[in-house]
């Protein structure tokens, strides 16, 4: 192809990045609202905007800015790209694999050699992707980034810290400088919410689930979109008053805001901590898992600090106890506790019909009135005593053990109707990790555990299985179901 048609080329891509998707890419089905984004492109490079986009669940934002990556490489030559978002898994599993999967899915070759996050052209002309976390660990780290053409697409906008946008800010001052954020807006404070604002300084687009073919016609129009099921489940489960509605569902911002209970800073403090108490307490947190696939997790420990973990699926709630049993052993702890809703109960009857010596089997019922009236329910108490333990020193996590680690980072909380602080349903945290948070429940229940725990004192453990000659009576307390402990 000649010069001048190249030229052509590219000057009808950068002005119409939909065609470049359809011709390139091979893209064909996008919706008005993925169609609204990249027609928004062009017009913030003229006028120097960002783009903040303000999403509900699945409508294809990162979809479309992965897309956009070999998009700017391509169209925009030489350009420097980079992606970030607060956790791994939105980098890795979820920017790069969209970047990955249109890659593979093109109709022409695209430039560059893709490596793992990380797309090599030449010197201010590639891709790369990492964590805000990582730039927060070394302050100023963007400012190695320089390059006439510097885009930044930041994912999960509404989940990273002030700070990080004054470092993205620092470096959009080349011929072309552009943020694009994408996010669900669960947060009514914070530079994302703050964006979405100030329409007369960024192009600002907000797509609801309900604007959304498959919504709008009952059926799949778009794989992958919102489905009519999946916004009348929650329009059913949260109401419209809820501010998951407004957030995951309109794509607005609610009125109360939806965070996260465990901060990325806070997770990083306590990765192999050693805790400092001047008593000593250790016991077991079991999480009995409710499906085929679900994990039964054991967590056992002392102080707060995990030494011993047992996790796996499909066994029977007597093995289960007799787990229980060998982890708390090993730990010389003195207590035991277990959800008693649904299957965990139980295991709870199990342990109570051994023969345990002085082990506090422990019965929570998450659903349950609180101590503390500020929380919805005992769930809600119990990952706050978790969080209130970790500020103080008093919390510690496996650095080895990503899933934990990662359900922490996960689950959300708000402020409901009646003004209580809640905590988001196993079910809800589910849907976005792909499987149970069944470590960050055991976890916590760990951690509720020890708060409650009475101190340990060297002649006061025995262990207490049945056939070794101690016996002794089972102290059963009660957490959830009337709000104090009964024994």
């Known amino acids: 192809m000649d010069e001048k048609k190249v030229r052509t080329l590219l000057h009808t891509w950068q002005n119409k990045p939909e065609i470049y998707f359809r011709t390139c890419l091979g893209v064909k089905d996008l919706w008005a609202g993925e169609r609204a984004f990249l027609q928004a492109v062009p017009i913030a490079i003229k006028e120097s905007k960002n783009i903040i986009v303000a999403s509900g669940h699945s409508l294809g934002k990162d979809f479309i800015a992965g897309g956009l990556v070999p998009y700017f490489l391509h169209v925009w030559a030489p350009c420097l790209v980079i992606t970030t978002a607060p956790t791994d898994r939105q980098v890795n599993a979820v920017m790069w694999g969209e970047i990955k999967g249109h890659y593979a899915r093109a ?7 893709i490596l793992s996050n990380r797309i090599d052209i030449g010197p201010q002309h590639y891709a790369i992707g990492f964590t805000t976390k990582d730039t927060g660990q070394m302050v100023g780290k963007f400012q190695g980034f320089h390059a006439p053409r510097v885009v930044v697409i930041v994912s999960e906008a509404q989940a990273v810290e002030d700070s990080i946008y004054e470092q993205i800010d620092a470096i959009l001052t080349g011929d072309i400088g552009l943020m694009i954020q994408i996010g669900n807006p669960l947060r009514a404070t914070g530079r994302f919410a703050t964006d979405i604002k100030a329409k007369d300084k960024n192009i600002v687009l907000r797509l609801s689930c309900l604007d959304n073919p498959n919504y709008i016609e009952k059926k799949t129009i778009i794989p992958g979109l919102a489905s009519y099921a999946w916004v009348e489940d929650k329009r059913t489960r949260w109401g419209t008053d809820d501010p998951r509605w407004a957030g995951r569902v309109l794509g607005e911002i609610p009125r109360s805001s939806i965070d996260s209970v465990f ?114 329910n005992l769930k809600a108490e119990m990952w706050f005593t978790a969080k209130e333990r970790a500020e103080v020193g008093q919390a510690s996590l496996p650095s080895n053990d990503t899933a934990l680690i990662e359900e922490l980072v996960e689950m959300k909380f708000f402020y409901n109707k009646s003004g209580k602080i809640q905590i988001e ?47 002794g009576r089972v102290s059963a307390s009660v957490y959830g179901k009337t709000g104090a402990m009964s024994g």
Request: no cysteine; aromatic share 8%; proline share 2%.
């Open 107 to 113: 109709k022409i070759p695209l430039p560059g050699r």
């Open 263 to 376: 901060s990325l800073e806070l997770i990083d403090k306590m990765k192999d901590y050693r805790t400092k108490e001047t008593r000593v307490y250790r016991g077991t947190g079991v999480d009995v898992g409710r499906f085929g696939d679900d994990e039964t997790v054991i967590y056992g420990g002392t102080n707060g600090q995990i030494e011993r973990t047992d996790a796996y699926t499909g066994l029977s709630t007597t093995a289960t106890a007799s787990r229980a049993l060998i982890v708390n052993g090993a730990v010389q702890g003195n207590f035991i506790i277990v959800d008693g809703d649904g299957v965990g109960g139980g295991t709870i009857d199990t342990l109570r019909d051994m023969r345990l010596g002085e082990i506090d089997v422990i019965e929570i019922h998450s659903q349950g009135k609180p101590d503390d009236e500020q929380y919805a």
């Open 425 to 471: 349903s196993k079910e809800d945290l589910k849907e976005r990790l792909g499987r149970s948070p069944d470590r960050a429940d055991a976890w916590v229940y760990f951690q509720y555990g020890m708060s409650r725990a009475t101190q340990i004192k060297s002649k006061d453990y025995r262990a207490g299985f049945e056939g070794t000659g101690v016996s």
